[in-house]
């Protein structure tokens, strides 16, 4: 683990790894998952890969409702490894309406655009992050599910659908992560 001042520092920059994000929440009771998206690194996220995606959920995850983080990162490398990808975004979803998207809308920039001010904070943070640097951008591959290590004993949906929202806010607090 790390002492206050870093985990200050790293929430603050946003720059918790992969290993910190599940440090952190293993000691809290939750359980994460790294689970691929099939989405490229170029940002194609077609109706093929979201399907694989959802399949992948639902078969060999057994997840209907979930929380997920998803990453960045600031590496050169295609596929960087996990202490090169930081957590930025905490959300919940479902696995057959997923809202799981790396684009960028058009109008993104302009200050009129407040529809979906919310949501679009993480991606003016990168886009922000980009014009420093083109090494800053979406980490496609893979996301990490969230859930509380006796999740699987919920059976109601209702139920499974308001801890995923608690889960979404505790974490995306705890690390100051923006939310979905």
Not at 31 to 43: D, G, I, M, S
Not at 60 to 87: C, L, N, Q, R
Not at 131 to 147: A, F, M, P, S
């Amino acid at each position: 683990m790390f002492d206050y001042e870093i985990f200050l520092n790293k929430r603050k920059n946003k720059q918790f790894s992969v290993q910190d994000v599940k440090c952190v929440l293993d000691k809290l009771g939750y359980e994460t998952r790294l689970v691929e998206t099939y989405c490229k690194p170029n940002n194609d996220w077609s109706g093929g890969t979201t399907k694989k995606f959802k399949n992948k959920l639902l078969d060999e995850v057994g997840m209907t409702y979930f929380a997920y983080i998803k990453f960045y990162t600031y590496s050169i490398k295609i596929y960087p490894t996990d202490d090169e990808i930081y957590a930025l975004v905490a959300g919940k979803t479902n696995s057959w309406n997923d809202d799981i998207h790396f684009k960028y809308e058009n109008g993104l920039e302009e200050s009129k655009n407040v529809v979906f001010e919310r949501s679009n904070k993480a991606k003016k943070w990168l886009v922000a992050k980009q014009r420093e640097d083109k090494n800053y951008r979406w980490y496609h591959e893979k996301v990490l599910i969230v859930q509380l290590k006796d999740d699987d004993k919920i059976t109601k949906d209702k139920t499974k659908e308001n801890l995923v929202f608690s889960i979404e806010d505790d974490i995306g607090g705890l690390l100051g992560l923006f939310r979905s």
